[in-house]
């Protein structure tokens, strides 16, 4: 059993609506030293394997093909 | 001519587009459900708009994978009419069908009224019997219509005549060049947000959807070589 977890947040030079509605929401709230805001996602996979390389593999095929938009989306993981 | 409307849990505006179709050509339209892999016997397909999936991890990520989805690949390549509205449009999108992406309202409201659009292009399958520059008022409903693609493929857009329709009133959700739909090269694929199904009537405030309906008619007919009407 291996597990990954995965983060998935929007691509830097693409407007982040949310993050910026946090952004204005926590300024509001006083913490007006707060200048950028990005919201991601987080994933917790569990993988029925114990080679390392291929669940490496497969979950960076699945990063590419699904758990990200490549267009709009960066990515990173990493195994337990 | 034969049109489907496919259906996926969550789609919700399946049985308006089918009466559209009913309603505005009169031709034989089925629902297609989402585990079907066959489309060969359609010339129009549609995507309807709704929360495929509820919009799980982002809208239209796993539309993509139905297994629809190959048959509806394989209808793209031999030119068949393929038009996503709405969560439609998303789906191309994150099919690859369309380029680009779509992002959350740029307000974060969302918006559901009226809009102006400005008619960019007639070499649509689905826009052929408008002018180009003409501003048609078709509903809008989403909370997720911010178009965006990089540069680089707002320049080929625009070189290759891949705009369809711009908001031509206040943009309602931030989306890149004012963007409302798009087509691929070939324009038998086309995208867009707002809802043309929801604009067949004057009762329901428009009726300038109607004209999609029936370009996309004309275009198959004349492609097969039987009389155009003008209806």
């Known amino acids: 059993m291996i597990k990954a977890t995965v983060y998935v947040t929007i691509k830097e030079n693409v407007l982040d609506p949310q993050g910026k509605a946090v952004q204005g929401a926590l300024n509001t709230m006083g913490f007006e030293e707060v200048s950028k805001v990005r919201i991601g996602k ?3 996979l569990e993988l029925d394997t ?4 291929e669940a490496e593999a497969k979950i960076k095929e699945m990063c590419e093909k699904m758990l990200a938009n490549t267009v709009i989306e960066d990515y990173r993981y990493e195994l337990a | 001519m034969n049109f489907a409307v496919i259906v996926f849990p969550g789609s919700n505006c399946d049985i308006d587009c089918h009466k559209a179709v009913e309603d505005t050509v009169g031709q034989p339209v089925d629902y297609v459900w989402h585990t079907e892999t066959n489309l060969s016997k359609y010339d129009c397909i549609i995507i309807p708009g709704g929360f495929s999936y509820g919009d799980y991890l982002r809208t239209g990520a796993i539309a993509r994978f139905a297994p629809i989805m190959s048959a509806l690949l394989e209808a793209a390549k031999q030119g068949k009419y393929i038009i996503g509205i709405c ?6 999108l994150e099919a690859g069908l369309l380029p680009g992406a ?5 307000t974060l409201k969302f918006r559901c009224h009226q809009a102006d659009l400005r008619v960019e292009t007639t070499r649509t399958a689905f826009t052929g019997d408008y002018e180009v520059g003409e501003i048609v008022d078709i ?5 997720e219509g911010n178009y965006y693609c990089d540069d680089a493929t707002l320049a080929e857009l625009k070189a290759n005549d891949q705009v369809v329709f711009r908001y031509a009133g206040s943009n309602p959700n931030g989306s890149v060049d004012d963007i409302a739909g798009i087509c691929n090269k070939e324009g038998n694929i086309v995208g867009m947000m707002p809802h043309p199904e929801r604009a067949i009537n004057k009762l329901l405030g428009s ?6 309906f029936t370009s996309v008619l004309n275009a198959w007919r004349e492609k097969h070589g039987t009389a155009i009407t003008n209806s």
């Open chain 1, 42 to 44: 987080y994933m917790e």
């Open chain 1, 50 to 53: 114990d080679n390392r390389d």
């Open chain 2, 87 to 92: 969560n439609g449009f998303q789906i191309l």
């Open chain 2, 102 to 106: 779509m992002l959350r309202n740029r």
């Open chain 2, 139 to 143: 509903p809008i409903a989403h909370g």
């Open chain 2, 207 to 212: 009726e300038d959807g109607k004209r999609m």
